[in-house]
């Protein structure tokens, strides 16, 4: 089977690329390297990368006349503080680059699309566990952003062969994950060990979901599920709160008598959502369980980023 993955130099995007080359797919990962690194892509004789931004409609039509059996598109911007700054920033890149991508895949006869959307779609969820056919009020720019994506795709599965896979995330952590809580609490206390400003007041409650078992959910949809639609949430059964993880944090770098300072309010910005419990009754049905907890996917994510954060700095 051959197949795009859009973001494939990113942290998702690179495990994805791992994984379905394991598998044994032929794949072309892609990447404008704004975020993604050419170290978290591995040579095989299966894989090519090619410098792309999805934005760019003439890229992704040329790319895609090369006869393809599936796009895996995790390419985004995820920044929800940069919104604030930016309310163009979700539109271009994630919507229209979308919207791009489905476009391509009409005119080229890709039918597959399997999409990385997010947990911030329901924004503060009155329902908890909040199920796939929550109807949610938006609370972020990125929210609303996945959420419209979602629906194009959705469209465009009316009047053309496209299939839609959609895996609305928790947090996802692991290795090679620079971003987030852990990366944030980690530069922080490498910067000052005696402290560590924590947005809000620590008691935000998310699920920490191993990126390994992430990929795997997405692979467990996609070969499991066959409606023209198929939207799953992928999170943890437990939640962890802002406070617990940087005890690990703190723990795994072997510092004590760290003061934490808070920001104060229940949310560390605005868009961030304080509770996020997400049902997963559906993709659990279809056999998908997690391996790892979340206590030990943010160690690993705390030791990764201690050791990168020392590579760099040499």
Known sequence: MKCVVTGGAGFIGSHLVDRLLEDGYSVTAIDNLSCGKLENIHRHSKLDFKKIDITNSRQIDNLLKHGYDAVFHLAAHANIRRSLEDYRVDLDNNVIGTLNILEAMMKNNVEDFVFASSSAVYGE??????????????TSLYGASKLACEAFAEAYTEFSPTKVWAYRFANVVGERCSRGVVGDFVRKLLKNP????????????????????????????????????????????????????????????????????????ERGWIGDNPIVELSLEKIKNLGWKTKVSSEEALRRTTKWNIENEMKNRK
């Not at 566990?129 to 938006?138: H, L, V």
């Not at 409650?205 to 639609?229: A, Q």
């Open 194 to 265: 005696k402290e560590l400003e924590i947005l809000g007041n620590g008691k935000q409650s998310k699920e920490y979901l191993y990126v390994k078992d992430c990929v795997n959910g997405i692979l467990t949809g996609y070969h499991n599920s066959s409606n023209k639609t198929n939207i799953f949430n992928l999170g943890m059964e437990n939640q962890t709160i802002v406070d617990e993880v940087a005890t690990i944090v703190i723990a795994e770098m072997g510092l004590s008598n760290v003061n934490r300072k808070y920001t104060g309010g």
């Open 125 to 138: 969820a009155a329902v908890k566990p909040t199920p796939e056919d929550y109807s949610p009020t938006q």
